[in-house]
Each structure stands twice: as C-alpha cells, then as structure tokens.
C-alpha cells in the first residue's frame, strides 16, 4: 500500500538533510535520530490505519473505496505535476476526507427520505469535523486543509468557505471529482450504482461549475482505463456493462 510505501522515502529524505558522511562521534545519533522518525511515522501511519478503519466500522465507505479513491488521487495528483514529495498528503487526503462524518449522527447520515435544512447544515460540517481531527497529526497540516476543502464547487458555490476557482486547494479539486464519480458508480443499498458512461457525462456537465475542468479532463482516462479492467477482470465487455 503507498501510504506505508511512503514511510521509509520520507525518513530517508530527512535524514539525508543532516548532511555530513557519519563519523564515529554522530553516527550512533543521526541512527538514533533515524529510528525515531521511522518509528513516528510507523506510528502516524498506524494512526491513518486505524482512522481508515473506523470509517470502514461506521459504514461510511468500504477500504476498498478509501484504497480505490487514494489511488486515484496519487495518479491524478502525479499527472497535474504535483511535486513527488507530497503524494503522502494526497494520499492521507483521499483516505480520510470524509473522517468528520463520525460527528454526523447516523440517523441523518443514513436517513433515505429528504434531509431537512438543519440536518443538511449538521452534514455539511462534516469537512470542518474533519480538518479538525487531521490537524491534530504533526505534519498533516496541509492533508487537513486539502479536507476542509474538498466540497467547496470550482464557481465559489460550495461549503465550507465558498472558496473559488485556484484559491481551492489543488488536492481538494483531486478529491472532489474523484469523490463525486466514485459516490455515482457506486451501488449503494437503496440504489443501484450509475453506468461509467453516465458518471462521466455528469462530471464533463459540472465542469466548470462544480468542479475544475482540468482535473475532469485528466481523471476521464483514469477511471475509463479502470472500468475496463473491472469488466475485463469479470468477464464481461465493457460496451455490455456501460
Ligand atoms: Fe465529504
């Protein structure tokens, strides 16, 4: 899995930083200092686990889900020339963006008739609950800003802070469309999951609006080639089952 892939990339990286070749008298602590920061981030990483896993227990997504939409975040974040070094966030962004949803009460989370204003208002907090526990991880404070953002709308229309257009951090825009068309294709139990094709028609719709055209456009081919592995996989040609 990337997120524990990540680990020892990143402590090397930091370790290299301490420069000099080791002499007798700072070798034993730069290795020191080494496995403390490879223990932290075992420990971090176990934290973002266990978080993943309690999504899984309060049914708000599947770990086939949170996987699926992580690595889909890394391969557009890597197409958009985000820097290699922050696929970490990304990441950690796309696994638990929707975290705070534990402080929905599952009445209204799971409720399948209408929301009522108050309860649409309680679940729209749900990005501000989830910034809040992510930023309590040292060193996740940009994951924790990219879930803040992920429902705000490209035309300055969405939650929490109407942000607009590039002021809406570039992973929250990753998320936003890679969120939205996992959440159509899928079956839920009160419904059966959208065909790729129609999934893709709405996303080109709220292009623009909704969501940055340019982060569409580069997912499209992703989630295509996707699809036709799935129904490769199962048998089935993709013209029948789209
Ligand atoms: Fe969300």
């Known amino acids: 899995m990337p997120l524990m892939a990540s680990r020892g990339a990143s402590a090397t990286m930091t370790i290299a930083g301490v420069g000099d070749p080791l002499s007798p008298q700072t070798g034993p602590l730069v290795l020191r200092i080494k496995e403390l920061e490879e223990q932290h981030l075992a420990f971090r990483n176990s934290l973002i686990c266990a978080f993943n896993q309690l999504l899984d227990l309060k049914d708000?997504?599947?770990?086939?889900?949170?996987?699926?939409?992580?690595?889909?975040?890394?391969?557009?974040?890597?197409?958009?020339?985000?820097?290699?070094?922050?696929?970490?966030?990304?990441?950690?962004?796309?696994?638990?963006?929707?975290?705070?949803?534990?402080?929905?009460?599952?009445?209204?989370?799971?409720?399948?008739?209408?929301?009522?204003?108050?309860?649409?208002?309680?679940?729209?907090?749900?990005?501000?609950y989830s910034w809040s526990i992510l930023r309590l991880f040292p060193g996740l404070e940009d994951a924790s800003l990219y879930v803040l953002h992920h429902h705000e709308n490209f035309d300055g229309t969405g939650y929490p802070a109407r942000l607009k257009r590039e002021d809406i951090p570039i992973v929250s825009r990753i998320v936003s469309v890679i969120d939205a068309y996992d959440a159509m294709v899928s079956n839920r139990c009160y419904r059966k999951g959208l065909p790729h094709t129609e999934a893709v028609r709405r996303l080109l719709e709220s292009a623009g609006t909704q969501f940055d055209m340019e982060v569409?456009?580069?997912?499209?081919?992703?989630?295509?080639?996707?699809?036709?592995?799935?129904?490769?996989?199962?048998?089935?040609?993709?013209?029948?089952?789209l």
């Open 60 to 128: 708000i997504s599947t770990g086939v889900h949170s996987t699926r939409l992580a690595e889909w975040a890394i391969r557009v974040a890597r197409k958009l020339n985000i820097p290699e070094e922050h696929m970490y966030q990304v990441e950690v962004a796309a696994l638990l963006h929707d975290i705070g949803k534990i402080g929905v009460p599952d009445a209204i989370l799971k409720k399948q008739g209408p929301l009522t204003s108050e309860e649409r208002a309680l679940i729209n907090r749900h990005p501000e």
């Open 216 to 241: 569409v456009h580069t997912f499209i081919p992703i989630a295509e080639q996707e699809a036709t592995e799935v129904f490769a996989a199962a048998g089935t040609s993709t013209s029948a089952a």
